[in-house]
């Protein structure tokens, strides 16, 4: 079977990880997060938050673009936080 038409084994959510790139006093990052911390909490994925203001490369990379959601490393999304997308790409 061409790899094109190839799924990717299901993840359970618990073996998933969400990141919020973010930085202090960011409004737009206290909404993101109040959406990850919602979906992240029903459905049991474990999510952390970094600090672009103490990690140069990750400041490099998203300044412009915080809040930045990553899940399992991977882009997801930035600005804003949509929870039904969030929540599909989780449960996919």
Excluded at 8 to 28: E, F, I, N, S, Y
Excluded at 30 to 57: F, H, M, N, S, Y
Aim: charged fraction near 35%; charge should be neutral; glycine fraction near 4%.
């Amino acid at each position: 079977m061409s790899p094109l038409f190839r799924r990717r084994p299901q993840r359970a959510p618990q073996d998933r990880l969400v990141t919020l790139v973010r930085k202090p006093g960011c409004h737009l990052c206290d909404d993101a997060q109040q959406v990850i911390e919602k979906v992240c909490g029903e459905l049991g994925v474990p999510w952390e938050q970094k600090d672009i203001t103490r990690d140069r490369d990750l400041h490099d990379r998203y300044w412009e673009q915080i809040p930045v959601v990553l899940v399992d490393g991977e882009q997801h999304t930035f600005w804003r936080v949509n929870e039904q997308r969030l929540r599909s790409a989780l449960t996919e």
